[in-house]
């Protein structure tokens, strides 16, 4: 059974920084491209970022570009979401998904004064 569950969302000024993380379990990690998603209130969900199987190609929405890094870790199933100079618009419900169907429950990050 496919399983993600992300952590990290937290409350944080805008300017700040955080990490978010999402644990995997229940398929061949390495072998899929996984991705970030985010939505906020009243909103659609959309893409943040892409990363591919290996890791060595990740594709971002042009509003995080130049402030989130997606990475994972394959030997730990870990995927990770760094997510720098944060604005209140970046206030959302992030998750992650295997692009196959699955989303974590997702956590949430505010950013706010």
């Known amino acids: 059974q496919v399983q993600l569950v992300e952590s990290g969302g937290r409350l944080v000024q805008p300017g700040g920084s955080l990490t978010l993380s999402c644990a995997a379990s229940?398929?061949?990690?390495?072998?899929?491209?996984l991705s970030w998603y985010r939505q906020a209130p009243g909103k659609e969900r959309e893409v943040v970022a892409v990363?591919?199987?290996?890791?060595?190609?990740?594709n971002y929405v042009d509003s995080v570009k130049g402030r989130f890094t997606i990475s994972r870790d394959n030997a730990k199933n870990m995927m990770y979401l760094q997510m720098n100079n944060l604005k209140p618009e970046d206030t959302a419900v992030y998750s992650c998904?295997?692009?196959?169907?699955?989303w974590g429950p997702g956590t949430q990050v505010t950013v706010s004064s």
């Open positions: 990363i591919s199987s290996a890791g060595s190609s990740t």
């Open positions: 998904s295997d692009n196959r169907g699955t």
């Open positions: 229940g398929f061949t990690f390495s072998a899929y491209a």
